[in-house]
């Protein structure tokens, strides 16, 4: 089997390591792979690393006109049986390549989030009668999605999670982040992982520290917030500092292998309005690393409000605040939610069980057609 994965990643985050991750799973069932993506942006520079089949791009974005005749060159080269979109621009690219050079060629598109608005181009390409299956990221995404596919082709949404690699070396520190952000070992770690976006919500982060430092009077905690930095920075930093909270936080900007810090947070706090996984949430229960978060993408089935984890409803920063306290003060409850995680994560949701399941997605694709 042979499969041509189209991204038009120009960055580098968790579906591109899940890209990645899955190809290397497939390989093991004897899929050859080939990925076709932009020149010179991550996804490329590590397929150069790691010795994977990549074919760059005409143009420095995918979408464009130019690409369209290009794939059905590359498409006639290459062979694959199947065509896996893991981008929005490369649903775009596949069906207007179909439509102008009939490509003849199953297709299936991996939805790992939700968006905002849907114009009708887009419910028409994501409707496109050559895509034969949507693998959606959670049960949370496949039903957004029910509103923009219509009913005669919901049966092509299927729940496929994404997965972290098992290795040996759960437990090694890339960095001592005490020592790097001279953080004392009586104080507890509060973690974050997540990008300055608004998807992602900080700014809710912040009010949960301050209801924890300012009202519960909590002062041996530390939020370290990893992330990118972007133009929503500046306005965050306000906000600590209106709420004298300086001392409290830590927003370290963006980390290579960011999830290599995840063993040493006593905590795991998301506050996102909007998600479709996250992946950082299933590397925090791999790491057995409690989780506290908002009720949005694959949280709701990978965590069992106060039986592995807690939740709470999307801006809720009191309840955050709340249950993360309540977490800090009882280290038997800490260690139950991390054995019940972690045993939850092996059963659903590791690279292995992604590979094994995006596999037969192929095989029922290719059954099919």
């Known amino acids: ?73 590359i498409s006639k080269r290459v062979k694959p049986d199947i065509i896996h979109l893991h981008t929005s621009d490369s649903v775009t690219v596949f069906t207007i390549s179909d439509l102008l050079y009939k490509l003849k060629i199953p297709a299936v598109f991996s939805k790992k989030g939700i968006s905002r608005k849907m114009s009708l181009l887009s419910k028409y390409k994501y409707n496109y009668k050559n895509i034969d299956k949507i693998l959606c990221v959670s049960q949370v995404v496949k039903e957004h999605f029910e509103d923009v596919i219509a009913s005669k082709n919901h049966h092509k949404l299927c729940v496929v999670y994404d997965g972290v690699k098992v290795k040996n070396d759960i437990n090694t520190l890339s960095e001592d982040i005490r020592e790097t952000y001279q953080i004392n070992n009586k104080v507890q770690i509060i973690g974050n992982i997540a990008n300055h976006n608004g998807a992602k919500n900080l700014p809710i982060l912040v009010k949960t520290l301050n209801i924890l ?23 965050l930093k ?26 040493q947070f006593d905590v795991f706090l998301m506050t996102s309005i909007r998600e479709g996984g996250p992946t950082s ?23 069992t409000d106060g039986v592995n984890g807690f939740i709470s409803e999307i801006e809720d920063y009191k309840t955050l605040a709340n249950k993360i306290e309540i977490l800090l003060n009882d280290t038997s409850l800490q260690d139950s939610f991390k054995e019940i995680s972690y045993q939850r994560f ?24």
């Not at 292998?257 to 063993?263: E, G």
């Not at 596999?359 to 029922?364: A, D, L, W």
């Open 1 to 73: 089997m042979k499969i041509l994965h189209i991204s038009g990643a120009r960055s580098w985050g968790g579906n591109e390591q899940q890209l990645v991750d899955v190809i290397d799973e497939l390989n093991k069932f004897g899929v050859e792979s080939v990925i076709f993506g932009v020149n010179n942006f991550d996804l490329h520079q590590y397929s150069k690393k790691n010795n994977l089949n990549f074919i760059y791009c005409k143009d420095k974005k995918l979408n464009k006109f130019i690409n369209y005749k290009y794939l059905s060159e």
């Open 213 to 235: 430092v300012n009202e519960k009077q909590l002062k041996n905690i530390h939020l370290l917030q990893v992330g990118a930095f972007t133009r929503a920075t500046p306005e």
């Open 238 to 263: 306000e906000m600590v500092a209106a709420y004298k909270l300086e001392d409290f936080i830590t927003f370290t900007g963006f980390k290579e292998n960011a999830s290599s810090l995840l063993s």
């Open 281 to 303: 949430v299933l590397e925090a229960l791999y790491k057995k690393v409690p989780v506290v978060s908002t009720r949005v993408g694959v949280v709701s089935e990978a965590i």
């Open 346 to 369: 092996l059963n659903n949701f590791t690279s292995e069980k992604l590979g094994k399941n995006t596999y037969k997605v192929y095989q029922e694709v290719l059954a099919e057609n």
